[in-house]
């Protein structure tokens, strides 16, 4: 069955440094999505992404955040400046029509673990 | 602004017993799904009910949804030591988010 795939698995970055999360989509999907898990607290949105632009973002993607389909298999979240409260689970999704309203598919996560 | 809260927060019981939890949220909705999560793992999709619909099956799996009490359950029949996991809710409403409820802890005992 198709996946989502994310890498790193777990990452441990400094404080301040930047951090790139790779995201391979569902191959025929159009729509994809960052939602993050801070330790013991809900999962939360981020972004969606539809047609190489966002679609929708919440207050938490601030400037310190970008995404990107740099090419036609991968998707990207980069942190600038990490700070310590991005320590989280970041999960990329993806789902083949348009809304929430379609099953959105994640992946098993990038824990990101800033020191 | 929408928020889901599942009750109870943690759950225990016994293999073969059902298990059942439920969501509750703020404002109207167009779908609610249900998701699982091992520990430390990702979220996988379980089913999705429409804002039209009242109940829906998928294996051992029934969900109901009552928008008149903006609420939804989830049961689990004949559990399973392999159940155990976090549910947790997701709605959605003319938006692409999904917001999530707080999950419900189950633990299921051989």
């Known amino acids: 069955e198709p996946e989502v795939t994310q890498t790193p698995s777990h990452q441990v970055t400094q404080m301040g440094q930047e951090v790139i999360l790779r995201c391979v989509p569902i191959?025929?999907?159009?729509?994809f999505y960052w939602y993050r898990q801070i330790l013991g607290q809900k999962v939360e949105f981020l972004v969606s992404?539809?047609?190489?632009?966002?679609?929708?973002k919440s207050e938490i993607f601030d400037d310190q955040f970008s995404v990107e389909r740099p090419d036609g298999s991968n998707f990207t979240l980069k942190i600038r400046s990490t700070k310590l409260e991005d320590s989280a689970m970041y999960f990329c999704?993806?789902?083949?029509?348009?809304?929430?309203?379609?099953?959105?598919?994640f992946g098993e996560g990038s824990w990101l673990t800033v020191v | 602004s929408q928020q889901g809260e599942e009750d109870p927060q943690a759950l225990s019981i016994q293999e073969g017993e059902n298990a059942t939890m439920n969501c509750s949220y703020k404002t109207s909705i167009n779908n609610l799904q249900w998701y699982r999560q091992n520990s430390g793992r990702g979220l996988v999709h379980l089913i999705l009910?429409?804002?039209?619909?009242r109940e829906k099956h998928s294996g051992r799996l029934r969900v109901t949804l009552d928008t008149s009490k903006k609420s939804s359950s989830l049961l689990i029949t004949a559990s399973r030591a392999a159940d155990t996991a976090s549910y947790f809710c997701?709605?959605?409403?003319?938006?692409?988010?999904?917001?999530f409820g707080t999950g419900t802890r189950l633990q299921v005992f051989p």
């Open positions: 992404f539809y047609n190489n632009e966002i679609s929708e």
């Open positions: 191959s025929n999907h159009l729509y």
């Open positions: 009910i429409r804002s039209n619909e």
């Open positions: 997701a709605t959605d409403k003319n938006t692409d988010k999904l917001i």
């Open positions: 999704a993806s789902a083949r029509d348009r809304g929430a309203g379609n099953t959105i598919y």
